[in-house]
């Protein structure tokens, strides 16, 4: 599967944004999906991870109740609403898809990504 992020931009603190991930295929729907993030002379993290039903999804603590990941499996599409950002919400997110039945969020257990695109918040 490829996968082509889109949606990033600059704002400012406590505003929204929405970050799209687009993937080919016919075979959407069998991948968990997942978004992770890196900041700069960081690691990548991960954000959010959601099944293939859409039913399960999982966050890291701190963007809990602000962002929200969602997929659209007829357009092959996974979303993340990004709401009341931060400062330290700044970094280059990525998404990433993966056959795995769990969710998951250790960086080398996801064996598809997209290139990444740039969220930068100002204070």
Same mark, same amino acid.
């Given at each position: 599967?490829?996968?082509?992020?889109?949606?990033?931009?600059?704002?400012?603190?406590?505003?929204?944004?929405?970050? !799209? #991930?687009?993937?080919?295929?016919? *075979?959407? !729907?069998?991948?968990? @999906?997942? &978004? /992770?993030?890196?900041?700069?002379?960081?690691?990548? %993290? /991960?954000?959010?991870?959601? %099944? &293939?039903?859409?039913?399960? *999804?999982?966050?890291?603590? !701190?963007?809990?109740? +602000?962002?929200?990941? !969602?997929?659209? $499996?007829?357009? $092959? @599409?996974?979303?993340?609403? @990004? $709401?009341?950002?931060?400062?330290?919400?700044?970094?280059?997110?990525? #998404?990433?898809?993966?056959?795995?039945? +769990?969710? +998951?969020?250790?960086?080398?257990? &996801?064996?598809?990504?997209?290139?990444? *695109?740039?969220? *930068?918040?100002?204070?």
């Amino acid at each position: 599967v490829q996968l082509q992020a889109s949606g990033g931009g600059l704002v400012q603190a406590g505003d929204s944004l929405r970050l !799209s #991930c687009s993937a080919s295929g016919r *075979t959407f !729907s069998s991948y968990i @999906m997942g &978004w /992770f993030r890196q900041a700069p002379g960081k690691e990548r %993290d /991960f954000v959010a991870a959601i %099944d &293939w039903s859409g039913d399960s *999804t999982l966050y890291v603590d !701190s963007v809990k109740g +602000r962002f929200t990941i !969602s997929r659209d $499996n007829a357009k $092959n @599409m996974v979303y993340l609403q @990004m $709401n009341s950002q931060k400062p330290e919400d700044t970094a280059v997110y990525y #998404c990433a898809a993966d056959r795995s039945l +769990r969710l +998951r969020v250790a960086l080398h257990e &996801w064996d598809y990504w997209g290139q990444g *695109t740039q969220v *930068t918040v100002s204070s």
